[in-house]
Each structure stands twice: as structure tokens, then as C-alpha cells.
């Protein structure tokens, strides 16, 4: 996905079109940013904005999402605290820039925090609507933007399960915390039993 939203995002300045780089870059951003903050649309719409859920921290050069996620804000969820690396700032400054030059990056980027900006804003500069971020996903990765939340339980092991706590909001050992770590528990025994099956075997021989 992070190798497909990168593609786009250089896709973009080849448009002859201006509305459609714009769209592009918004799409890029989108798919890239749903990897690192795997967050729910309407999360998305109520806090991903510049200069408040998202601001930028000079001193490393780096965003940072900082927000209480809607949805478990008063029962089971943590704030989401996430400093991106560098790496990550193409995908904001191309939503910011669009198709200014980049020497004026820094001047937009305190103006659109300042006007507390939605991050993804449309080509006629009105803010994008709450099933946009979802129909972005659905067209790249065939499924919601919800499908982030769930991917990012594929890490293995215990490290994975506080990396998507972290990620996703859920405060450990809170009945969603528990619920999902319950799945990945059962998902990963049923795993091992057929590894173990398979391991029997050569590799010559059929199952």
C-alpha cells in the first residue's frame, strides 16, 4: 500500500490537469497516512486537522497525530499520540503544497494551521466529506479505510499487540483490547498447528 500511495503521489505531477493532480495527491495521502494512523473516518474528519489533531514539530522535522479518538474517548480508548518520521512529510506537504512552489511550504503549512485546516480539502477548497477517506481505501485496497485497524494486527507476537493498541486507541486490557488480542491469539494457534502439521512432511511428500 505505502509502495502504491508513493506511486501516486508521483503520478500526480505528470496530470495535465490541475483538479486531478490535486485528487491524486489527496488519494496518495490518504492511503500513506492510513498505514501509519490507522484511524476511523470519523476520526479522520473530526481530527485530522492542521494545527490541531496534526501539527508540526521542527525540531524533528516531523508531524505528530495527537487526538482522543471519538469512538472510545470516555470508555476504553488511550489518546493517539503518533510522531511520524521525516520519511512520512511528502505525503502531508503534497496536500499542502498541491501545486505551489516548495519554497513557500513553510508559510503555507503555518497558515493552514493556523486556520485549523482540514487536512484533505478538495479541489474547491471545500472539506472533504466524512465517506471520502473510506471510498479512497475502497478503490485502492478493494475495502473501507476500517481495514487499516484490522491489518495492523498482523504483526506477530506481543510487540504487534502493543503496536496496535497503540495505533488503534485501545487501552490494554479494556474489553476491545481483549476481544482483539483474543482473535489474534486463536488465529496464531491455528497458524502454528499447521505449521507444525506441515513440518512432518518432506518436501517431496503430498499433504
Known amino acids: 500500500l505505502l509502495k502504491r500511495a508513493e506511486a501516486m503521489l508521483a503520478e500526480a505531477e505528470t496530470l495535465k490537469l490541475p483538479q486531478m493532480r490535486h485528487a491524486l ?11 501509519a494512523v490507522p484511524a476511523r473516518p470519523g476520526d479522520v474528519q473530526a481530527h485530522h486537522v492542521l494545527g490541531a489533531g496534526i501539527t508540526f514539530e521542527p525540531g524533528r522535522n516531523g508531524y505528530r497525530f495527537h487526538y482522543k479518538a471519538t469512538k472510545t ?23 499542502i503544497l498541491q501545486d505551489d512552489d516548495p519554497r513557500y511550504l513553510g508559510q503555507l503549512r503555518g ?4 486556520e485549523k485546516r482540514p487536512l484533505y480539502v478538495q479541489y474547491d477548497g471545500t472539506s472533504a466529506v466524512y465517506a471520502w477517506y473510506s471510498r479512497m481505501w475502497k478503490i485502492i485496497a478493494g475495502t473501507g479505510g476500517h481495514i487499516a485497524r484490522t491489518l495492523i494486527r498482523d504483526e506477530p507476537g506481543a510487540a504487534g499487540v502493543q503496536l496496535a493498541n497503540k495505533l488503534n486507541g485501545h487501552k490494554p486490557g479494556s474489553p476491545t483490547a481483549r476481544k482483539y488480542e483474543s482473535e489474534d491469539l486463536q488465529r496464531a494457534t491455528v497458524l502454528e498447528g499447521q505449521n507444525m502439521m506441515a513440518s512432518l512432511f518432506d518436501d517431496e511428500d503430498e499433504v
Open 111 to 114: 497558515k493552514a494551521a493556523s
Open 25 to 35: 495527491r489527496n488519494r496518495a495521502a490518504a492511503i500513506a497516512l492510513g498505514c
Open 73 to 95: 474517548a470516555g470508555s476504553t480508548g488511550v489518546d493517539i499520540d503518533i510522531p511520524l518520521l521525516p520519511w512520512w512529510n511528502k505525503f502531508i506537504d503534497a496536500v
